[in-house]
């Protein structure tokens, strides 16, 4: 069964931090880069940080020396922390593959998200 259940989010003022959570189904998860996507109100979906199955990262511009990503191979999460926050970082985040067969594999599911205020 397909799932991604991501957790963690909330209010922060700016400059605080979050930890965000993402659990996976193995069909996503194993072997698979997986990102972390944020989509601002009005925008478009957009990946912020990504991880390859061997612990490769990589990030967009706007979060790079901010943010880190992690994941659990066991455990199939990827974890997402967040620090020094800006009022542009709000949005809902949400995890999955970034490669687009493995998602259209799944009919492009997406989970629930979790949303990030971060206010001044």
């Known amino acids: 069964q397909v799932h991604l259940v991501e957790s963690g989010g909330g209010l922060v003022q700016v400059g605080g931090s979050l930890k965000l959570s993402c659990a996976a189904s193995?069909?996503?998860?194993?072997?698979?880069?997986m990102g972390w996507y944020r989509q601002a109100p009005g925008e478009q979906r957009e990946l912020v940080a990504a991880?390859?199955?061997?612990?490769?990262?990589n990030f967009a511009a706007s979060v790079k020396g901010r943010f880190t990503i992690s994941r659990d191979n066991a455990k199939n999460t990827v974890i997402l922390q967040m620090s020094s926050l800006k009022s542009e970082d709000t949005g809902v985040y949400s995890c999955n593959a970034v490669r687009p067969s493995v998602r259209a594999a799944t009919g492009d599911y997406w989970g629930q998200g979790t949303q990030v205020t971060v206010s001044s």
């Open positions: 193995g069909s996503i998860f194993v072997n698979n880069t």
């Open positions: 991880i390859t199955s061997g612990g490769k990262t």
